[in-house]
């Protein structure tokens, strides 16, 4: 099975059936997805495919048609994405578990609302849980990347 990850060709033998998070974390390498629940609501797993947010650990590889990027993948030309540069500016991670998931959703958001209210950040952001409790530092930093990127 190939999956296109990051950018970049993979070629893994696998069950169809193994769920996309495993594949990233045990034959990828690929770290910064987590898994937390293992039933698509905390959010800790979330990478795009094809641009959408997924939960990996709700997704087989079967299911992957498109390119997938990882939180790893973010990154160009030598810089962090705006969101996650918002993220250490604002000093969002405490234990850091969660965080990986909460920038592709954040990212999301910005993408589909480039200018979002504390209700917009409110309602996309419910579904990341964070158990250190950082939520007042993620919708600081989603407004931090929202002025950073607007007219960009």
């Given at each position: 099975?190939?999956?296109?990850?990051?950018?970049?060709?993979?070629?893994?033998?696998?069950?169809?059936?193994?769920?996309?998070?495993?594949?990233?974390?045990?034959?990828?390498?690929?770290?910064?997805?987590?898994f937390?629940?293992?039933?698509?609501?905390?959010?800790?797993?979330?990478?795009?495919?094809d641009?959408?947010?997924?939960?990996?650990?709700?997704?087989?590889?079967?299911?992957?048609?498109?390119?997938?990027?990882?939180?790893?993948?973010?990154?160009?030309?030598?810089?962090?994405?705006?969101?996650?540069?918002?993220?250490?500016?604002?000093?969002?991670?405490?234990?850091?578990?969660?965080?990986?998931?909460?920038?592709?959703?954040?990212?999301?958001?910005?993408?589909?609302?480039?200018?979002?209210?504390?209700?917009?950040?409110?309602?996309?952001?419910?579904?990341?849980?964070c158990?250190?409790?950082?939520?007042?530092?993620?919708?600081?930093?989603?407004?931090?990347?929202?002025?950073?990127?607007?007219?960009?």
């Amino acid at each position: 099975m190939k999956l296109n990850v990051n950018g970049s060709e993979h070629e893994i033998d696998v069950e169809t059936e193994m769920p996309l998070l495993w594949a990233l974390r045990d034959e990828l390498d690929i770290r910064g997805p987590k898994f937390g629940c293992g039933i698509a609501q905390c959010g800790a797993c979330t990478v795009f495919i094809d641009g959408e947010p997924v939960r990996s650990c709700s997704v087989t590889v079967g299911e992957v048609s498109g390119a997938v990027t990882t939180i790893e993948g973010l990154a160009a030309d030598g810089r962090l994405h705006p969101v996650q540069q918002a993220w250490i500016d604002e000093q969002v991670a405490q234990c850091g578990y969660c965080q990986a998931g909460q920038v592709m959703t954040a990212i999301a958001l910005l993408e589909a609302i480039p200018d979002p209210t504390d209700a917009d950040i409110d309602n996309a952001m419910s579904g990341n849980l964070c158990r250190c409790g950082t939520y007042p530092r993620i919708r600081a930093a989603i407004k931090r990347a929202a002025s950073a990127t607007a007219g960009a």
